[in-house]
């Protein structure tokens, strides 16, 4: 399973003084001769993130820097400039290459992020793209997976599921948006849901050590997750798709009780902001409905292994 791998590899990994933040977190925090940058990278390949066959390069492009700039948008950095890495078919590569570009660097442009390098391969396989983000953090460090306190509410940005009928391609990383919850409100821990609500949520609980009710009707859920529920037998409930489909690419936010009720009167972003439960002591995750609590599994995407 990819998380137990990752964390194998996080007990071997050693400390360094210059890694102030290492595996573990949406992005690394670096210590650069005394000036703390904001590190992150995603692999993104035809086959499992796109599909070559359906969508435009362009698409593909955008997409693999638009992952990173939600990570760094987790932690309310600044993005500032990527490396670009990109593994090309050897069959139409050249083409396929710049097309990529295209995409990376249209976005790229909207947030102000300088693209200064990086490197170029082929092979007879798919299409393999790697974008390295590199952010500045705000003030006091910004949001961390740990932190989390019990009686501190869970507010999300946006809402949830059904991103396979386009949400995947096309979301907005929401860089502005946590910079200025940042700066404006007392938040104690954070993350963006690129596996799944429930999946991404419980790292948030692993990391401060605590656990997490989700209340059923309060889950803001998309008409995509909907309409892929409406129209197939096997398309599960809508509420399901909500908690457990992946790349929704939103925010999931630790807020004091106070903070969060000021957050949800002012709602101060162009995107709604929901209150879906809180923070408790002990640990694990559960979904109260009418009521109940049940315990909730943290189903979500997660990469394999025969």
Sequence with gaps: MEFELIERLRQRTPLYPCVRLGIGDDAAILDLAGQHGVVTVDVLMDGVDFLLSEIPPEKAGRKALAVNLSDLAAMAATPKACLVGMVLPRKGGEKIGEKVYDGILALAREYQVGVAGGDTNTWDGPLVLSVTAIGTPPPFGGIRRRGAQPGDRIVVTGDFGGSLLGKHLDFEPRVWEAAYLYRTYEIHAGIDVSDGLAADLVHITVESKCGAVIHAD???????????????????????????????????????????????????????????????????????????????????????FA
Aim: proline residues 7%; without cysteine.
């Design 218 to 304: 309060k889950i803001p859920i998309s008409k995509a997750a909907q309409e892929l529920a409406k129209g197939s037998r096997k398309g599960g409930r809508a509420l399901d798709r909500a908690l457990h489909d992946g790349e929704d690419f939103e925010l999931i936010l630790a807020v004091p009780p106070g903070e969060a009720k000021r957050m949800l009167r002012d709602q101060p972003l162009t995107v709604p902001l929901t209150d879906i439960g809180e923070f408790v002591e002990q640990r694990g995750l559960w979904l109260e409905t009418g009521g109940k609590q049940t315990v909730l599994e943290p189903k979500g995407f997660v990469h394999q």
